[in-house]
């Protein structure tokens, strides 16, 4: 493991620790925190009120989520303002589709799958429970 949560790479370009991502994705305050950032910048105090916790408590989230490079914080006079940082997110998504096994899902053939599976478990539980003539 890395000691910096992020490293300067050789081309100078900030290097994100997909462990510390995922440690602070494993979280579900932090991944709903992210959430709410997607739509735009936030206040911490915003980003705190949905929750029913402490400030102190969310500041605390606030600071992994920072350290694993998912967000950065502003001071614009006496308010901290929180943004999503999209980058950390997309190294671990490209991790991931390294394997192979997060291809996108058909949901809709995923749907068809289910109800031919179920109507075809349907039909052997009816035969099994009509008597014979």
Do not use: Y
Request: aromatic share 6%; charged share 25%.
């Amino acid at each position: 493991m890395v000691d910096d949560p992020q490293k300067a790479g050789d081309n100078g370009i900030m290097v994100v620790n997909l462990d510390m991502v995922f440690s602070a994705l494993a979280d579900p305050t932090r991944r709903a925190i992210l959430a709410m950032l997607l739509e735009d910048d936030m206040a911490v105090t915003d980003v705190a009120e949905p929750f029913q916790m402490s400030l102190a408590a969310i500041s605390k989230h606030l600071g992994i989520l920072a350290e694993a490079g998912l967000i950065s914080r502003e001071k614009r006079g006496r308010v901290i303002w929180c943004k999503l940082e999209p980058d950390a997110l997309r190294a671990g998504s490209v991790w991931m589709q390294g394997f192979g096994q997060f291809e996108p899902v058909d949901l809709d053939a995923f749907e068809r799958f289910l109800e031919e599976e179920l109507a075809a478990t349907g039909a052997e539980t009816e035969t099994t429970l009509t008597p014979s003539a």
